[in-house]
């Protein structure tokens, strides 16, 4: 227990600060744009382009893994839409935050540090294959979801184009490609850039963390929606369970593997549900108090998952 404390404690501490940090100096939002652009376009880049580099190449060719951690991601996403469409009569858009809110998590800014301090750099290549084409397939189907529910007016071709711009130039499949490129070569980095690199992605988790707080600080809760009473179980218990047994039938994989999709599975509903309802004009109130309640309660959650692994109750 008293790893699994000291395993948590800088991640979720760090959320903390951050939150506290918000609420006592009552900075505007746009204060933490300029954080959130170095995360985004140079720490988190710089960590994925890191671990995937130096990786030998042949470990990178996991057709079957990340198919199977999609398939099982995807079918949480369709049973919440299933729900919120056709059992609660929601609308389709609304039903298309709600499923992304259960199946959407917050694996870009928690994910890697969490993995690589749980599981060690075994877990490098898992953590930026997930991370990479999870936010791929995500970045496809929120417009084209949207767009079928007539919340997007763009023609297809712009649609398509918006897609095809967002997954091609996105910061984290950028760095992704060309750490592939990288270990494909076998390019043997200068100490320099491989310092430069370090020192970098050193600074991902830390600044991503605090970041999540501070975003969590302003996002003040108002109500609390119906739906999180299925939403939230879904995304911290049953996605992470999902993904394990999908993993665990098809088999095959390194244990490392299959426990570093589990944690990121188990994951609270990331930010950019927030994102994606704030764009559309979609369920935005209700997505923010997903992500608040969600993050809090994965304190709890994301702990009894590292035990389990850890005690060996989740055999791999």
Known sequence: ?????????????????????????????????????????????????????????????????????????????????????????????????????GAYGNIGYMGPGLALIAFGDEAAVPVALIVCLENAMHFIVAPAMMAAAGDDDRSRSQIAADIIRKVALHPFILSTAAG???AALQFEQPSALRQFVDYLAQAAAPCALFAMGVTLALRPLKRIPPEIGYIVPAKLIAHPLVVYGALTLVGGFDP??????????????????FVIGQQYHVWQERASATILIATALSVVTVSVFLIAIKSGFLPA
């Open 1 to 101: 227990m008293t790893d699994i404390i000291s395993l948590l404690l800088p991640f979720f501490g760090l959320i903390l600060i951050g939150y506290i940090a918000a609420k006592a100096t009552k900075q505007p939002a746009e204060a933490l744009g300029w954080l959130n652009t170095f995360i985004i376009y140079a720490a988190l880049p710089a960590l994925f382009f890191k671990l995937v580099s130096r990786t030998p190449v042949e470990d990178l060719a996991r057709i079957d893994f990340i198919a199977t951690d999609l398939a099982a991601t995807y079918s949480i996403f369709i049973a919440l839409f299933v729900i919120g469409r056709y059992l609660r009569k929601s609308r389709m858009d609304e039903s298309t935050i709600q499923a992304f809110a």
């Open 180 to 182: 592939f490129l990288a």
């Open 256 to 273: 490392i593997w299959v426990y570093a999709a589990v944690l990121l599975a188990a994951l609270p509903t990331a930010t950019n549900v």
